[in-house]
């Protein structure tokens, strides 16, 4: 208890680790940058999600991420980042 009330930080739950929080956190940085989420499907044990952007979407310039959010779009590969 007393580790606990002295150091409650290193007792949260490591959202890193939690698969769903991070394909959460992805969509989200998606969304802010104009891509809709319209289907999904699977091949063989991998799920594959399709979306669309208007391709006059010009507001990349205005789009503020937070450092996490910016560290996580550096972490995909080139191909999946979402400009």
């Known amino acids: 208890e007393y580790l606990k009330r002295e150091f409650p930080k290193q007792y949260l739950q490591n959202s890193e680790t939690n698969t769903a929080l991070q394909c959460q956190t992805v969509l989200n940085i998606y969304g802010k940058f104009g891509w809709e989420h319209y289907q999904q499907g ?7 999600l399709y979306f669309k952007r208007d391709k006059k979407d010009n507001k990349l310039e205005f789009i503020k991420l937070d450092p996490k959010e ?4 550096q ?3 080139p191909q999946q980042k979402p400009y």
């Open 75 to 77: 972490k995909l590969d």
């Open 42 to 48: 699977q091949l063989g044990s991998q799920m594959i």
């Open 70 to 73: 910016e560290a996580i779009i």
